[in-house]
C-alpha cells in the first residue's frame, strides 16, 4: 500500500553542521513532495517542495533531493542552527489526490 | 490573511461530553484536513474536505463527525468523547490540487484531553 517512511526517528548535528534528514516512499505514482517542520507546540509548517520531474530543488539553506529510481527524498539543512530544532516531516501526493501522505517525522536536534 | 485559525487552543472533556472544534480559512482554499497528532507520532488523516458540501473520511473517522457549509468553515464534531480521544488537532487548507504549489497550511493547533 501507499507509505511513506522516514529511515532515521531522532538526528542529532552539531551547530554549524549539515544536516541530511531522509525519507523513502512506496507510492511510484507520487509526483509532488513536500517537507514540513513542526516546532514545539506549533503546527506543522512548509519548508520546500519539489516535483517528480526534478531532481534537485534549493531554497534558503535548504535543499530537497529526490531519487526516483529508489524512492528516495532527502532534506539537507546547510550550517544547522539552534532555530532548526524540530520535527521534520517528509509528505507525498499525486496531482489528482485530495490526500497528503505524511511520513512518521524526525527529531533533529542540534548540539551546542 | 490570518491563513488557517483554530480554536479553542486547549479544552478538557470528560468522558462522554461533545464538542466541535473551530477551524476557518481566509485564502480561499477548496481543500481542508482535520489530522489528529498523539504525541511523540505523525499526523492522521481525520476527516477531508474537496470543497463545501463534501466531505470524504481519512484514515481515522471513527468518533468524529465534520461538516462544510461554507468554503472558509469546516468544523470537527466529537459526539461522545473517549480518553482515546486526548490529543492535538490540527486543521489545515490547501488550494486547488495540481496548481505551482499544493502545499498545505496548518493551523496553529487543539490540544484536547478527555478525562
Known amino acids: 500500500g501507499e507509505s511513506v517512511g522516514l529511515h532515521l526517528p531522532t538526528l542529532s548535528v552539531q551547530e554549524g553542521d549539515n544536516s541530511i534528514i531522509n525519507c523513502a516512499y512506496s507510492?511510484?505514482?507520487?509526483?509532488?513532495f513536500i517537507w514540513y517542520k513542526q516546532e514545539s507546540g506549533k503546527g506543522p509548517q512548509f519548508i520546500i517542495d519539489?516535483?517528480?520531474?526534478?531532481d534537485k530543488r534549493q531554497g534558503q539553506r535548504v535543499t530537497v533531493l529526490l531519487n526516483k529510481t529508489v524512492k528516495h527524498l532527502s532534506l539537507q539543512i546547510a550550517a544547522t542552527q539552534p532555530g532548526d530544532s524540530a520535527v521534520y516531516f517528509c509528505a507525498e501526493t499525486y496531482s489528482s489526490a485530495s490526500k497528503i501522505i505524511f511520513g512518521s517525522g524526525t527529531r533533529l536536534s542540534i548540539r551546542p | 490573511n490570518a491563513g488557517v485559525t483554530q480554536t479553542p487552543k486547549f479544552r478538557i472533556l470528560k468522558i462522554g461530553q461533545s464538542m466541535t472544534l473551530q477551524c476557518t480559512q481566509d485564502?480561499?482554499?477548496?481543500?481542508m484536513y482535520w489530522y489528529r497528532q498523539d504525541p511523540g507520532m505523525g499526523l492522521k488523516l481525520i476527516y477531508y474536505?474537496?470543497?463545501?458540501?463534501?466531505?470524504d473520511k481519512g484514515e481515522v473517522p471513527n468518533g468524529y463527525n465534520v461538516s462544510r457549509s461554507t468554503t472558509e468553515d469546516f468544523p470537527l464534531r466529537l459526539e461522545l468523547a473517549a480518553p482515546s480521544q486526548t490529543s492535538v488537532y490540527f486543521c489545515?487548507?490547501?488550494?486547488?490540487?495540481?496548481?505551482?504549489?499544493?502545499?498545505?497550511?496548518f493551523g496553529p493547533g487543539t490540544r484536547l484531553t478527555v478525562l
Open positions: 489545515a487548507s490547501r488550494r486547488l490540487a495540481g496548481g505551482p504549489e499544493d502545499t498545505q497550511y
Open positions: 485564502m480561499n482554499h477548496n481543500y
Open positions: 507510492n511510484s505514482a507520487s509526483d509532488y
Open positions: 519539489i516535483r517528480s520531474n526534478m
Open positions: 474536505s474537496v470543497g463545501a458540501g463534501i466531505t
